[in-house]
């Protein structure tokens, strides 16, 4: 609430509870685990591809006539090819000396000097021949259904957004999951549809997640707790490529649904008893962590349920300017993010032929920036908000502005990296990229609950339907560009996500606001109502009282 203010005096603020075994902070650690699910269940299939798809080869025979050529012509001791070689080299469907000598991919016989000594099972061969197009559109199917319910699921989360629903969201897409591999078996379409069916499930369940956080943060913790919610998704973005290698290396490529679609259950089962809609409804609240939530919460129960009908302002929210500065930034970033999500593993597979214990480790190195920035990034947010050092517009602008430029200058320096040898320089590029996450934190996409707190259900909706479309776009431009799997094709791929980052950053830092929104106030006589409650002290004796038992008698 921004002003404390009814008849003539002044309310006084309460000091925040111990977040330390706090309902609040459980509530929002749950939260992460959500968060966890959602992006692990969604980016799984980007690393199970790579053990599930077989490399494009040629004829067994000629294969090895092309290796026996090239290791006779390039190697000293003109040793005989084994049948280990040819299990360790995977070539180009187009692979011939001709492209080796002119060097235009990393060489067979770098890669052979680095690998012969390592166990077969590195470099786990798929069982299903399909090509970069039906790829790429398994990739997408999942974004399909995504931007379907984005904002329906928003605009129901706003109107009767609850736990059950949250859950059930969940519970949905961790089934799906458990049978991804009996779809794959069937064929790419099984597949596909098996996907397309997740994203539909988890389109609902984001703007549930937003519109239940703001019932539980305070205006002083609010990107402390926003960002121990949103931490899910870089810790999942960090650990989804080892864990699926450890898995597809010691279990198989199925298991990599079975384990993760299990632990959504788990989560589910969990959730059930320890969530709760409303601080009111918890049986174990404090009072003072109720009347701390009470008085600095966005939205309070009298907001969300009042008898008259909710009037969404849809003029004003389709010509916000800050609104529709966010919608393009986003779609701009999540085009970089789902670049380097989904192409890293196979850029590190087709261009810099990794093993794959060895891809599933370094493919996740801008991740573990990511996840350590995130956490970072909130405190050194939340510092600089508390002591005024700017105004929140310019202060998000300032985190926008620094993290996008270090991720536009990361990607275009992936082509500097060398075929052997290049541990150091990965690790240097890609620590780059985890500036990303700076952008995000302290950036742009927390200015929602700041533009427009009480519509925060249905604007995620929105925003997260223009960052849903790289992901169905991004595999299509790429399965067409890459289609020779030639570095300088894949250096193209990284360029455009440069050049869509800078230029979201150049957008936002001009256009973007953190303004609470005029449209987005709460009506006058439900703010009288509210401090109403908030001056009679309305703490429920009995828990598990509905927030709403007092409100006829508070508007008598």
Same mark, same amino acid.
């Given at each position: 609430?921004?002003?404390?203010?009814?008849? #003539?005096?002044?309310?006084?603020?309460? @000091?925040?509870?111990?977040?330390?075994? $706090?309902?609040?902070?459980?509530?929002?650690?749950?939260?992460?685990?959500a968060t966890l699910n959602f992006v692990i269940l969604?980016?799984?299939?980007?690393?199970?591809?790579?053990?599930?798809? @077989? $490399?494009?080869?040629?004829?067994?025979?000629?294969?090895?006539?092309?290796?026996?050529? %090239?290791?006779?012509?390039?190697?000293?001791?003109?040793?005989?090819?084994?049948? @280990?070689?040819?299990?360790? /080299?995977?070539?180009?469907?187009?692979?011939?000396?001709?492209?080796?000598?002119?060097?235009?991919?990393?060489?067979?016989?770098?890669?052979?000097?680095?690998?012969?000594?390592?166990?077969?099972? &590195?470099?786990?061969?798929?069982?299903?021949?399909?090509?970069?197009?039906?790829?790429?559109?398994? +990739?997408?199917?999942?974004? %399909?259904?995504?931007?379907?319910?984005?904002?329906?699921?928003?605009?129901?989360?706003?109107?009767?957004?609850?736990?059950?629903?949250?859950?059930?969201?969940?519970?949905?897409?961790?089934?799906?999951?458990?049978?991804?591999?009996?779809?794959?078996?069937?064929?790419?379409?099984y597949l596909f549809i098996v996907r397309f069916l997740? #994203?539909?499930?988890?389109?609902?369940? &984001?703007?549930? &997640?937003? /519109?239940? *956080?703001?019932?539980?943060?305070?205006?002083?913790?609010?990107?402390?707790?926003?960002?121990?919610?949103?931490?899910?998704?870089?810790?999942?973005?960090?650990?989804?490529?080892?864990?699926?290698?450890?898995?597809?290396?010691?279990?198989?490529?199925?298991?990599?649904?079975?384990?993760?679609?299990?632990?959504?259950?788990?989560? !589910?089962?969990?959730? %059930?008893?320890?969530?709760?809609?409303?601080?009111?409804?918890?049986?174990?609240?404090?009072?003072?962590?109720?009347?701390?939530?009470?008085?600095?919460?966005?939205?309070?129960?009298?907001?969300?349920?009042?008898? @008259?009908?909710?009037?969404?302002?849809?003029?004003?929210?389709?010509? *916000?300017?800050?609104?529709?500065?966010?919608?393009?930034?986003?779609?701009?970033?999540?085009? #970089?993010?789902?670049?380097?999500?989904? %192409?890293?593993?196979?850029?590190?597979?087709?261009?810099?032929?990794?093993?794959?214990?060895?891809?599933?480790?370094?493919?996740?190195?801008?991740?573990?920036?990511?996840?350590?920035?995130?956490?970072?990034?909130?405190?050194?947010?939340? $510092? &600089? =908000? =508390?002591?005024?050092?700017?105004?929140?517009?310019?202060? =998000?602008?300032?985190?926008?502005?620094?993290?996008?430029?270090?991720?536009?200058?990361?990607?275009?320096?992936?082509?500097?990296?060398?075929?052997?040898?290049?541990?150091?320089?990965?690790?240097?590029?890609?620590?780059?990229?985890?500036?990303?996450?700076?952008?995000?934190?302290?950036?742009?996409?927390?200015?929602?609950?700041?533009?427009?707190?009480?519509?925060?259900?249905?604007?995620?909706?929105?925003?997260?339907?223009?960052?849903?479309?790289?992901?169905?776009? !991004?595999?299509?431009?790429?399965?067409? +560009?890459?289609?020779?799997?030639?570095?300088?094709?894949?250096?193209?791929?990284?360029?455009?996500?440069?050049?869509?980052?800078?230029?979201?950053?150049?957008?936002?830092?001009?256009?973007?606001?953190?303004?609470?929104?005029?449209?987005?106030?709460?009506?006058?006589?439900?703010?009288?109502?509210?401090?109403?409650?908030?001056?009679?002290?309305?703490?429920?004796?009995?828990?598990?009282?509905?927030?709403?038992?007092?409100?006829?008698?508070?508007? *008598?």
């Amino acid at each position: 609430m921004p002003k404390d203010l009814q008849f #003539g005096h002044k309310i006084k603020r309460i @000091k925040a509870p111990s977040l330390f075994l $706090s309902c609040r902070l459980s509530f929002f650690v749950l939260c992460l685990f959500a968060t966890l699910n959602f992006v692990i269940l969604r980016l799984n299939i980007n690393f199970a591809l790579v053990c599930m798809v @077989k $490399s494009p080869q040629e004829h067994a025979q000629t294969q090895k006539e092309n290796l026996t050529s %090239y290791i006779t012509n390039s190697t000293n001791d003109g040793r005989e090819v084994t049948s @280990k070689d040819l299990e360790l /080299i995977q070539f180009n469907h187009e692979s011939s000396t001709d492209h080796v000598d002119d060097g235009s991919f990393c060489q067979a016989s770098e890669i052979l000097t680095n690998s012969t000594d390592q166990d077969d099972t &590195m470099f786990y061969e798929g069982v299903f021949e399909w090509d970069k197009t039906t790829q790429g559109n398994i +990739l997408g199917s999942f974004y %399909y259904g995504y931007i379907f319910t984005n904002i329906i699921g928003g605009w129901v989360s706003d109107k009767l957004g609850g736990r059950k629903s949250f859950i059930a969201s969940i519970a949905v897409l961790s089934l799906l999951t458990l049978l991804n591999p009996l779809a794959s078996l069937q064929g790419p379409l099984y597949l596909f549809i098996v996907r397309f069916l997740q #994203g539909v499930s988890q389109g609902a369940g &984001m703007p549930l &997640m937003n /519109i239940l *956080s703001a019932r539980w943060a305070g205006h002083s913790e609010r990107a402390f707790l926003l960002g121990v919610a949103y931490g899910g998704f870089t810790i999942a973005a960090f650990i989804t490529n080892p864990v699926c290698a450890f898995i597809c290396t010691n279990f198989g490529w199925s298991y990599i649904f079975y384990i993760t679609g299990g632990l959504g259950i788990v989560w !589910c089962l969990v959730s %059930y008893f320890l969530i709760y809609d409303w601080p009111e409804e918890h049986p174990r609240i404090s009072k003072e962590e109720l009347e701390f939530l009470q008085k600095n919460r966005a939205i309070h129960p009298l907001a969300q349920n009042t008898n @008259k009908k909710i009037i969404i302002p849809w003029k004003s929210i389709l010509l *916000s300017g800050p609104l529709n500065t966010l919608y393009f930034v986003h779609f701009c970033t999540l085009w #970089g993010f789902v670049t380097l999500n989904m %192409y890293i593993p196979q850029y590190f597979k087709e261009i810099l032929k990794m093993d794959i214990a060895t891809n599933g480790t370094l493919s996740s190195i801008p991740f573990l920036g990511m996840l350590i920035l995130h956490w970072l990034t909130g405190s050194i947010f939340d $510092s &600089m =908000r =508390r002591r005024n050092f700017c105004s929140v517009t310019n202060l =998000r602008k300032g985190f926008n502005t620094f993290g996008l430029s270090f991720f536009t200058l990361s990607l275009c320096l992936i082509s500097l990296i060398p075929c052997t040898d290049n541990t150091l320089e990965i690790i240097l590029i890609f620590t780059l990229t985890s500036f990303w996450e700076v952008a995000i934190v302290g950036g742009y996409i927390f200015s929602i609950f700041e533009l427009a707190p009480r519509f925060a259900g249905l604007l995620t909706g929105i925003s997260n339907t223009f960052g849903v479309i790289p992901g169905f776009l !991004c595999p299509t431009l790429v399965g067409y +560009l890459t289609q020779n799997g030639k570095p300088e094709e894949w250096y193209l791929v990284f360029y455009i996500a440069a050049a869509l980052g800078g230029l979201g950053a150049l957008v936002y830092l001009i256009f973007g606001s953190s303004e609470l929104q005029p449209w987005a106030d709460i009506q006058s006589e439900t703010k009288v109502a509210e401090m109403q409650v908030l001056q009679q002290k309305l703490i429920p004796e009995d828990r598990n009282q509905n927030p709403l038992a007092n409100q006829e008698q508070v508007n *008598s």
